[in-house]
C-alpha cells in the first residue's frame, strides 16, 4: 500500500510538517511505503480557468497528479489560516482536480483514495477549525476522509531537539493515525481483489 503524505505548509520548521513527520513514521512502522512531497517543488499559480484554457494545466500539477493516481492513500497536514486550510493546499487539489484529456473520468486523481488528516497550530485550537473545512473540501473531491484527527495546539512548544512530541499521548495517536490509514488500505486493498 503507497501513501502521499503532504503538508500544506512550505515554511521552515513548520510545525505541521514535523506533526506529518510522526505521522508518516507510524505509517512505516505498519509497513506502508510513504512517499513525501514538498509542495515549495511543485509551483502552480493560482487556480485560474483562463490560464488553463490558455497555458494548459502546469507540468508541476500533471506531475503531482501523477504521484496522487499512482498511491492509495493521503496524508495530509494543514495548517489553519483564519479558521480554513491553507490556501497553498486548495489550490494544490483544485489543479489536481483539472482534466488532463477528454477521456478523463471527473476527479480522477482522487478516485477510491482514503485520507488521514492532522493540525498543528501555536494557538490553542490545534487547527481543528481548518481541518472540519478540509474534510468538506476533501470528501467534496470525492476522498473518504477516516473519522480519526489528531490536532496538535500549542505547537511551538510541543516538540522535542529529536521531532518527538512531548506528550506521549500525543506521539502515539499521531503514530496510531498513520498505522490506521495503511491498515484501512490494506483492507480495502482486499474488498476490491
Known sequence: MKILALSGSTRAESFNRRLLDIAVAGARQAGADVTVVDLSEYEMPLYNQDFEYSEGVPEAAAELKKLMVEHNGLLIASPEYNGFPSPLLKNTFDWLSRKQTDH?????????????????????????????????????????????QVTLGQAGQAFREDGRLHNDQIQKATESLGADLFEILQKQSDRLD
Not at 107 to 124: L, T
Not at 142 to 148: F, N, Q, R
Open 104 to 148: 478523463e473520468p471527473p476527479m480522477f486523481a482522487f478516485q477510491n483514495k482514503i485520507a488521514a488528516v492532522v493540525a498543528a497550530s501555536p494557538g490553542a485550537g490545534g487547527g481543528t477549525r481548518g481541518l472540519t473545512i478540509l474534510r468538506i473540501y476533501l470528501q467534496n473531491l470525492c476522498i473518504m476522509v477516516l473519522p480519526g
